[in-house]
């Protein structure tokens, strides 16, 4: 399974920006698509999940300003950050834990992306 994230860049604060992240390769669904940011010196936190049920979870600091969305068709989970504060500048990274295998032999494996730098300028 490859994930291919793309949409990052520099924006001012204030600013939006919508990330992308699509999966490719041999599996029979995605179960969980997430979305996780590292800024420097800080550990790798998670900013929102969203199930194939389309159960939803955000990080606090985000909540009312990023939205998470997927595409089940096209194995894509979007990003869309509103209102971004220089707090918000770091690397984001897609995860993905896909279920894989034949019927009556299914497993799950996680995977990541990339990872796409975002920088909030003040």
């Known amino acids: 399974v490859q994930l291919q994230a793309s949409g990052g860049g520099l924006v001012q604060s204030g600013g939006s920006l919508r990330l992308s992240c699509a999966a490719s390769?041999?599996?029979?669904?995605?179960?969980?698509f997430s979305w996780y940011r590292q800024a420097p010196g800080k550990q790798r936190e998670l900013v929102a999940n969203?199930?194939?049920?389309?159960?939803?979870n955000y990080a606090d600091s985000v909540k009312g300003r990023f939205t998470i969305s997927r595409d089940n068709a096209a194995n894509t989970v979007y990003l869309q950050m509103n209102s971004l504060e220089p707090e918000d500048t770091a690397v984001y990274y897609c995860n993905a834990e896909a279920r894989l295998g034949v019927l009556g032999s299914r497993y799950e494996n996680d995977y990541w992306g990339q990872g796409t730098l975002v920088t909030v300028s003040s």
């Open positions: 390769g041999s599996f029979f669904s995605i179960n969980v």
């Open positions: 969203i199930h194939r049920s389309g159960s939803i």
